[in-house]
């Protein structure tokens, strides 16, 4: 049986990652990449789709962290004869994917107990598995391999392979699995006397650049992390997270997969990145944007894959039941065929920050804009599926024609700048054209505040932009009344939803968490209309969600008391970065935005 999704943790390295259980179970692993099929996908069906249990044989109580300022994760054992510590990570990559797991005695003797189940293709796959000359297993099934080196005696349990062992203080056993092509010579195994070293130094690095954030330091720490941990190293790609169907409503069908990368997330992530002086990490997202969005303007994606492909046929895997029992189980992402008009404001938006955040200018700016530009003259006009990618009809959003507005406002910016009057007198016109409509048309004077669409008077979370983008100067009525009425409206036990899925038709059944990017949005929305103290109280309530480890869900259930949808979500650690940022600074990301 999986744990609840607060109960994982991560490891990965910045190429996959798999999620480990409070229990030291592996229950979710794709390799080679994130978006790769699972080998253990035990977290969305049953162990007979896979997993890696490494437990002590008896009862137990256990806790865990992460060393300090790194992606490794230690889990303790404490039993009745010893304790016994597990330590898992995944070193970058030398010519091999390996997870390695060592478990350590500490006192007295724990006797352990470790099963595996290797399931290729989401767990459907059962592999031809072979036993080596030094005493670990060999499994292939088509493109795969996967080879178990350790000194632990093994041996076949019906579809597993099992082994036991008893470590006494001081005592190591060491366990490394390792992918690879199965038409290639298997790589030799690393060492891990080096591996672990290697891997802590890197992480170290890493953590130590981040400079102080007031109280909130560590906090913000750990969610760079994540977020490295969520970067495809290669090419820079930053995916929304680990996973896909964990369900934003226990039983329902909204469920997505979450391993591909968002243009919604560009300009929040280099914000977060270069307010923090990841600059090298902030490059490296700004060139995987414009090598994927490179093309007809027409053609541009809200998602890509984390090499910037295009291709995300959604497909639902009929043998996964789904995350206790919420089906249906969908591999690729269908709302990349969606037209969503915000992410045009998106790219000219991180086009801007990265150049008032000191990166050089890139060479493909101008003929991004030059195309793009005269699209949106005409595009913007049209209804779309907006931000949550709603599988309902198309509608004028309001968060799309601002974003629309974005677009055109950052393009004068960059034209005054480049001393191209003319460009910029071009797109300010237009941008006031669609000012003028918003203001006129997505105002409902009934409610005294903006709404989710033209004629509607449903609210919407990202409404809170508003202010937070320069559309509206925060101390503006009509933002400060936005803003309260989206308070109203959305709160849920302290949280924010998206929108109300039962007041608006968005083509599925209603329901689902609360949305924890969006909490963060509220937090940077009240510190801005002048609520700093609403602002510290929310954001320290949304700091009581992260799991034992420091990691957020896409969603929070307040009435249930536990984290929903995919895992680590990067959306709700930028959230938590930035919003750190503009409670902690005196010029944080969300002023910089607006200004």
């Excluded at 259980?21 to 692993?29: E, P, R, V």
């Excluded at 009862?59 to 404490?78: H, K, M, N, P, S």
């Excluded at 109280?215 to 969610?223: L, P």
């Excluded at 601002?402 to 071009?426: K, P, S």
Aim: aromatic share 10%; charged share 25%; with cysteine.
């Amino acid at each position: 049986m999986t744990a609840l999704i607060e109960d994982y943790a991560l490891i990965g390295d910045c190429e996959t990652a798999a999620l480990v259980s409070k229990s030291g179970s592996i229950d979710w692993l794709c390799f080679p990449r994130f978006d790769s099929p699972a080998c253990f996908a035990a977290l969305l069906g049953t162990g007979e789709n896979g997993f890696w249990s490494l437990a002590p044989a008896g009862q137990y109580g256990a806790t865990r962290r992460y060393r300090d300022d790194t992606l490794i994760l230690e889990t303790e054992f404490r039993t009745e004869t010893g304790t016994a510590v597990l330590t898992d990570f995944m070193p970058l990559r030398d010519g091999a994917s390996d997870l390695m797991r060592i478990v350590e005695g500490k006192s007295g003797s724990v006797a352990f107990a470790m099963e595996l189940n290797l399931r290729f293709d989401y767990g459907r796959t059962v592999p031809w598995v072979t036993r080596g000359e030094d005493g670990g297993i060999a499994a292939i099934a088509g493109p795969d391999r996967l080879v178990l080196n350790c000194a632990v005696p093994l041996q076949g349990r019906g579809p597993s392979t099992v082994g036991a062992f008893t470590v006494a203080a001081g005592e190591q056993q060491i366990f490394t699995l390792t992918w690879s092509p199965s038409h290639l010579p298997p790589p030799a195994p690393r060492q891990v006397e080096y591996a672990l070293p290697d891997t802590e130094e890197f992480w170290l690095s890493f953590a130590a650049k981040c400079p102080k954030v007031g109280r909130w330091t560590q906090q913000v720490k750990r969610s760079l992390i994540t977020l490295k941990a969520l970067t495809y190293m290669p090419t820079g790609g930053i995916v929304a997270a680990a996973t896909t169907s964990l369900p934003e409503k226990i039983g329902g069908p909204r469920n997505w997969d979450y391993r591909y990368c968002w243009l919604r997330d560009a300009t929040l992530t280099l914000l977060a990145l270069m307010k923090l002086g990841y600059y090298d990490e902030a490059t490296a997202w700004r060139r995987w944007l414009l090598r994927a969005v490179a093309g007809a303007p027409a053609q541009m994606q809200i998602m890509y894959g984390v090499a910037g492909e295009r291709n995300l046929l959604e497909w639902q895997v009929p043998w996964l039941k789904g995350y206790e029992g919420s089906a249906p189980v969908r591999i690729g992402n269908a709302a990349a065929e969606q037209v969503q008009l915000d992410v045009y404001g998106e790219v000219a938006d991180a086009m801007l920050q990265a150049r008032k955040g000191g990166l050089p200018p890139h060479p493909r700016e101008r003929e991004l804009a030059k195309a793009i530009l005269p699209f949106l003259e005409k595009a913007w006009l049209e209804p779309d599926e907006g931000i949550w990618e709603v599988r309902g009809r198309r509608q004028h959003f309001t968060y799309s024609k601002v974003m629309a507005w974005v677009a055109f406002d950052r393009a004068v910016q960059i034209a005054e700048a480049d001393g191209e009057a003319h460009a910029a007198a071009r797109w300010r016109a237009l941008a006031d054209r669609i000012h003028a409509e918003v203001c006129e048309k997505a105002f409902n004077a009934e409610l005294g505040c903006f709404t989710q669409a033209y004629g509607s008077k449903a609210m919407d979370a990202s409404l809170l932009h508003l202010g937070m983008v320069g559309f509206i100067a925060p101390d503006d009525p009509r933002y400060v009344a936005t803003v309260e009425m989206v308070e109203r409206k959305l709160l849920r036990d302290g949280l924010l939803l998206r929108y109300e899925t039962q007041e608006v038709d968005d083509g599925l059944p209603p329901g689902e968490g609360a949305f924890l990017a969006c909490s963060f949005w509220l937090v940077d929305a009240l510190n801005m209309i002048g609520r700093r103290d609403d602002a510290l109280k929310l954001f320290e309530r949304l700091l009581a969600i992260c799991n034992d480890v420091g990691l957020l869900a896409e969603e929070y259930d307040p009435a249930e008391g536990r984290m929903l949808g995919n895992f680590p979500q990067a959306f709700s650690h930028i959230g938590l970065i930035n919003s750190a940022l503009n409670l902690a600074r005196a010029e944080g990301p969300a002023d910089q935005r607006a200004a």
